[in-house]
C-alpha cells in the first residue's frame, strides 16, 4: 500500500525515512541531504560534473536546500550509507529501478514514483496491533512481483504525471506553463516555488 507523505519537496527524503522508521517524519529530510551532501563531496571522482550535472561543491550546497529535489543520485547514495536496496516503482514508465540492487544487501523497501512525486510503501500486516511492514528479504521476489503489478495498476489508473507535457498553474502569479522545464525556468527567474498541477 501508498503511504501519502507531503509534496514539500522533500517527498523522497520523508519516504526513505518512513519505510526505515516506520512513520512520517518530515525533519528527517534536513538530516539526509546532510548525509548526500557530506558522501558525495568526499568522493569527487565518483560524483564528478558530467554525473552530477553541476560542480561537486556547488552541488553540495545545492542539496542542502530545502527546495531541491531528490532522485536517482540522491537514491544512490542513500542506498549505501544505509546497506540497503531501494525499489522505485516508475508508474509512468511501469519499471522498477533498483538502487543497491548489485550490493547484495540484505534487506530492500519500495518507493512510488510518479514523475514528480514519492511516496512509501508498505505492507499491512495480519498483527492485531495494526503493525506494518515496510523492510523485505531481498530475496524474496514474490513481494518484487507484487510492486510489478503495482506499477501496471498505477499505469493503467494514469496515476502518474508526464513531467514533459503536464500543465501548471504558478500559485504565486497564475502564469500557466507546460512541462518541468518551464516550471523550473520560472521558478528561477521569478522566484516562484508554488505550483498546481491543472487537469487536462
Same mark, same amino acid.
Given at each position: 500500500?501508498?503511504?501519502?507523505?507531503?509534496?514539500?519537496?522533500?517527498?523522497?527524503?520523508?519516504?526513505?525515512?518512513?519505510?526505515?522508521?516506520?512513520?512520517?517524519?518530515?525533519?528527517?529530510?534536513?538530516?539526509?541531504?546532510?548525509?548526500?551532501?557530506?558522501? #558525495?563531496?568526499?568522493?569527487?571522482?565518483?560524483?564528478?560534473?558530467?554525473?552530477?550535472?553541476?560542480?561537486?561543491?556547488?552541488?553540495?550546497?545545492?542539496?542542502?536546500?530545502?527546495?531541491?529535489?531528490?532522485?536517482?543520485?540522491?537514491?544512490?547514495?542513500?542506498?549505501?550509507?544505509?546497506?540497503?536496496?531501494?525499489? #522505485? #516503482?516508475?508508474?509512468?514508465?511501469?519499471?522498477?529501478?533498483?538502487?543497491?540492487?548489485?550490493?547484495?544487501?540484505?534487506?530492500?523497501?519500495?518507493?512510488?514514483?510518479?514523475?514528480?512525486?514519492?511516496?512509501?510503501?508498505?505492507?499491512?500486516?495480519?498483527? %492485531?496491533?495494526?503493525?506494518?511492514?515496510?523492510?523485505?528479504?531481498?530475496?524474496?521476489?514474490?513481494?518484487?512481483?507484487? %510492486?510489478?503489478?503495482?506499477?501496471?495498476? %498505477?499505469?493503467?489508473?494514469?496515476?502518474?504525471?508526464?513531467?514533459?507535457?503536464?500543465?501548471?498553474?504558478?500559485?504565486?502569479?497564475?502564469?500557466?506553463?507546460?512541462?518541468?522545464?518551464?516550471?523550473?525556468?520560472? %521558478?528561477?527567474?521569478?522566484?516562484?516555488?508554488?505550483?498546481?498541477?491543472?487537469?487536462?
Amino acid at each position: 500500500m501508498r503511504k501519502v507523505v507531503p509534496a514539500d519537496n522533500s517527498c523522497l527524503f520523508t519516504s526513505v525515512g518512513f519505510v526505515l522508521g516506520g512513520k512520517i517524519d518530515t525533519s528527517c529530510g534536513n538530516y539526509m541531504r546532510q548525509i548526500i551532501a557530506d558522501q #558525495v563531496s568526499k568522493d569527487d571522482e565518483n560524483y564528478s560534473e558530467a554525473i552530477l550535472g553541476k560542480p561537486n561543491k556547488e552541488y553540495c550546497k545545492w542539496i542542502l536546500k530545502p527546495e531541491s529535489w531528490g532522485g536517482a543520485i540522491e537514491l544512490a547514495v542513500l542506498s549505501h550509507f544505509y546497506g540497503i536496496e531501494i525499489a #522505485v #516503482v516508475d508508474t509512468m514508465n511501469t519499471v522498477i529501478n533498483r538502487f543497491g540492487e548489485d550490493k547484495n544487501y540484505e534487506y530492500r523497501v519500495f518507493l512510488i514514483f510518479d514523475g514528480i512525486h514519492y511516496d512509501p510503501l508498505y505492507r499491512e500486516t495480519l498483527e %492485531a496491533d495494526d503493525t506494518i511492514q515496510t523492510l523485505f528479504l531481498s530475496s524474496n521476489e514474490k513481494v518484487l512481483q507484487e %510492486a510489478e503489478e503495482l506499477a501496471q495498476e %498505477a499505469k493503467s489508473s494514469k496515476q502518474y504525471t508526464d513531467v514533459n507535457n503536464f500543465t501548471l498553474k504558478c500559485l504565486v502569479c497564475h502564469e500557466l506553463l507546460t512541462g518541468q522545464h518551464q516550471a523550473q525556468t520560472h %521558478a528561477q527567474t521569478t522566484g516562484h516555488m508554488n505550483f498546481g498541477e491543472i487537469s487536462s
